[in-house]
């Protein structure tokens, strides 16, 4: 462990009586997620440069309830939002749990900070089922980059898997079970999943992959699914599709059959949970497909609105 980054950037005060560099590192690399990572990181080095600003001295195991009120004070006044606050709130909670844990507290002084009651709401625009067909319909799947994106378009519109999950696919994830293609991968929150392959993407991605055999790509079980048909900066496509790459191969085809808004990637997976509610199923399930921990997750995705014959209040 002697050659760990030391993780705040603070010299390590020989008097806090713990290896700041171990706790850091223990708590952001427990979590699997690197979004997750990332998210934590910033947060807690936001944290304790306030700590190193406000009160000067003060190391992380004699912070009080009072301190994290001031620095939620803090958030507030430099404009993040509500919804903001709770969240930079949650990693500072997991962090002194995690503490606690170590036997390095015997309390947390987030425990008792107020949070704000937000409704859960997903503001992505959604695609209507007519759109989602005319979009997987215009695709030209005559070129090597045509066949690209309507076997990553078909896949997204029909499993609701983020972006991630989907660009960081390897041959070692396809797999069969039960007479079915599967994919297996793990989900946000290192859960593991396994998702038959529907039949339309099935023949997109077997038509995608027949063109890569023809392009000599190695598909080794290491290799990425879904790479770059072409790099303007070298040679090496043998890398996991770019984020902004799939937004742009969203947005290029909702514009060409006439869908206004702010498309994203994350338009085809809150679609594909709207449409599963949509057709009645159980919230439960469509969770579960979608790697929701929690149902209230799933409810936030569904913008589309009860019909009124489906009202509960007439089955009375």
Not at 71 to 82: G, M, N, R, T
Not at 180 to 185: E, G, M, S
């Amino acid at each position: 462990m002697n050659d760990l980054k030391v993780f705040s950037g603070f010299d390590i005060s020989t008097h806090a009586k713990f290896d700041r560099n171990k706790i850091y590192y223990g708590f952001i690399h427990n979590y699997s997620s690197e979004n997750t990572r990332e998210a934590y990181t910033r947060d807690l080095k936001k944290f304790l440069k306030f700590l190193s600003d406000v009160f000067k001295g003060l190391n992380e195991l004699r912070v009080e309830h009072a301190h994290v009120v001031a620095f939620k004070e803090l958030l507030l006044k430099s404009d993040y939002s509500q919804r903001s606050v709770n969240r930079t709130l949650s990693t500072l909670w997991a962090f002194y749990d995690y503490l606690m844990d170590m036997e390095l507290l015997d309390k947390n002084p987030v425990g008792r900070i107020k949070r704000f009651s937000i409704p859960r709401e997903v503001k992505t625009q959604d695609l209507k089922d007519e759109e989602v067909v005319a979009l997987l319909e215009s695709i030209d799947t005559s070129t090597g980059s045509g066949k690209l994106h309507k076997a990553l378009m078909t896949l997204f519109f029909t499993t609701g898997m983020r972006h991630h999950e989907v660009s960081h696919l390897k041959f070692k994830n396809l797999d069969e079970e039960n007479g079915f293609t599967v994919i297996r991968y793990m989900a946000k929150g290192a859960k593991e999943m396994v998702t038959p392959l529907n039949p339309k993407v099935e023949v997109a991605l077997g038509d995608y992959l027949r063109w890569c055999e023809e392009q000599k790509y190695s598909m080794a079980t290491q290799d990425f699914i879904f790479r770059p048909t072409k790099n303007p900066n070298g040679d090496n496509l043998n890398k996991a599709i770019d984020p902004k790459s799939m937004n742009y191969i969203i947005r290029k085809y909702a514009k060409k059959i006439g869908v206004k808004g702010h498309i994203t990637i994350h338009s085809a997976r809150s679609t594909v949970i709207g449409m599963l509610l949509d057709k009645g199923h159980a919230i439960e399930r469509v969770a579960d497909f979608v790697g929701h921990k929690d149902i209230s997750m799933t409810k936030a995705y569904n913008k589309r609105r009860l019909k009124i014959h489906q009202s509960l209040s007439l089955d009375l």
